[in-house]
């Protein structure tokens, strides 16, 4: 039946949406069709906003390349990434829990690093931290034999494929949990960053007023089969922008414990003073252990 009036249009899509064969694309096509309507009658949206609007995920697409991810930095800074995240896991959100944002910059196929190593593979400077960290059950027992990818940004606010200072792979590794679900790591300690403003999402940061840092934190993504998949960032408190991340990250189960120390370490004393420890534990669930598509090369 032809479309008469505007009140015709929302009922005549979801009659179409109603015939998709997949229930669960039924069910999301259906809901974002209701509420897309419902929020351009809400705003009255004029028709140079929707050409604007159409023509930002346009750029946004186009900003895509194997070393930036406009589309997640976008979903982060509108806290929809955080959202979905907490959403899904924690008993549904009703609990805390390790998960976190995957972020734009993990990549595949990071070096594999013994347990006790060092993951700097050039050049810098910054204070020394180890990590010691535990991955263990909802009943806290250790996880053995589990996948740990870890990385984070360099003391300048770069991660290794922003910067043509860093080795390849520079503050990323791979480990792998003893039998007592620890796994350890040298590193530096990590400094807050801005994300990168020079696309969409700065341009709306600059719009809110809003500054574009994430406070410093350690990347993790572990993975063990009959366990789902743990995407996890450990934050460190005192970072100054912490209570607000542009992001919308930070969540107190995700709060570390940096702790300084100003006596040589056993291990390594050929390192300066002082040095930073960060000791961790991390819980997974059950599920399906999946690896995500990587945002970038």
């Not at 805390?96 to 190593?117: C, K, Y």
């Not at 003893?178 to 994300?195: E, K, L, Q």
Request: aromatic share 8%; glycine share 8%; net charge negative.
């Amino acid at each position: 039946m032809p479309v008469r009036t505007q009140e015709d249009v929302t009922p005549a899509v979801l009659a179409v949406m109603a015939r998709t064969r997949d229930p669960r694309l039924r069910e999301i096509l259906t809901s974002l069709v209701t509420h897309l309507h419902a929020f351009v009658r809400d705003v009255r949206l004029t028709e140079p906003e929707f050409r604007e609007a159409t023509a930002i995920l346009n750029e946004i697409g186009a900003l895509a390349s194997d070393t930036h991810n406009e589309f997640v930095l976008m979903s982060g800074s509108l806290g929809v990434s955080t959202l979905v995240c907490l959403l899904n896991n924690g008993d549904g959100g009703q609990t805390e829990t390790s998960q976190s944002l995957l972020g734009p910059f993990w990549r595949l196929n990071s070096p594999r690093v013994p347990n006790g190593g060092s993951i700097i593979r050039s050049d810098t400077p910054g204070t020394p931290l180890f990590v010691t960290a535990r991955v263990e059950d909802a009943q806290g027992r250790p996880i053995a034999g589990a996948e740990v990818d870890v990385w984070h940004a360099s003391p300048v606010g770069l991660y290794e494929n922003q910067d043509p200072e860093q080795a390849e792979m520079n503050l990323r590794g791979k480990f792998t949990t003893d039998a007592d679900g620890r796994f350890s790591f040298w590193s530096v300690r990590m400094v807050g960053y801005p994300i990168p403003t020079d696309g969409v999402v700065g341009r709306l940061l600059e719009a809110q007023d809003r500054h574009p840092y994430r406070p410093a934190h350690l990347h993790a993504l572990i993975f063990k089969p009959g366990y789902k998949t743990l995407i996890s960032q450990v934050f460190d408190p005192s970072c100054p922008w912490i209570d607000s991340d542009v992001q919308f990250g930070v969540t107190k189960a995700l709060t570390g414990d940096f702790v300084e120390h100003t006596e040589p370490h056993l291990d390594r004393p050929d390192l300066a003073s002082p040095w930073v420890q960060l000791d961790y534990t991390y819980v997974m669930e059950p599920g399906e252990a999946v690896l995500p598509r990587p945002p970038i090369k």
